[in-house]
C-alpha cells in the first residue's frame, strides 16, 4: 500500500470502531423501544451522520483547517462507520453548491438503483451458492 500514511489509517479505524459502537447502540434502542414498520434506525443514523458531517465541514475547514488526523479520524472514520450514507449525502452537497443539478441527481438515481439491484444480484448469487440442492 503505497502512499498510506500509518497514522491516517490508525485514525480512520479508531473512529470507525466508535462509529460503528454508536449505529449498533441506535439499532439496539430500536429494537428495544419497538420502534418497527420501516428501517427506521438506519433512516436515524443516515440522517444524523449527514446532520453532523454537514457541521463538521464547517468545523474542519474554518477552525482545524491542515488537520488531516482529526478530519480522517471524524469524517472518514467516526461517520463512516456510523453511515457511509453521510458521505454520499456530502458528495452530492458538493455537486449541488457547485449549480451541477444534473449530475446530482444522477448520481442519486444511480446510487439508488445500482445499490439496490446489487443486492438482488448478491442475494440472487448468495441462494445459488449456498442453497442449491
Known amino acids: 500500500m503505497t502512499g498510506v500514511r500509518l497514522p491516517l489509517l490508525f485514525a480512520a479505524m479508531a473512529g470507525g470502531a466508535f462509529g460503528a459502537g454508536l449505529r ?15 428501517p427506521a434506525a438506519t433512516f436515524a443514523v443516515n440522517a444524523l451522520g449527514c ?6 465541514i464547517v468545523w474542519l475547514d474554518t477552525r482545524l483547517s491542515g488537520q488531516p488526523l482529526l478530519r480522517n479520524l471524524l469524517m ?7 453511515t457511509t ?30 445499490g439496490v439491484a446489487a443486492v438482488a444480484l448478491g442475494w ?3 441462494r445459488w451458492l449456498w442453497f442449491r440442492g
Open 85 to 114: 450514507f453521510s458521505a454520499f449525502g456530502v458528495e452530492v452537497w458538493q455537486l449541488l453548491r457547485a449549480d451541477r443539478v444534473g449530475v446530482a441527481a444522477m448520481t442519486v438515481a444511480a446510487h439508488v438503483i445500482i
Open 76 to 82: 472518514v472514520g467516526f461517520l463512516g462507520g456510523l
Open 51 to 56: 446532520f453532523l458531517a454537514g457541521g463538521l
Open 124 to 126: 440472487q448469487l448468495g
Open 24 to 38: 449498533y447502540l441506535v439499532g439496539a434502542l430500536f429494537v428495544q423501544r419497538h420502534w418497527y414498520g420501516i
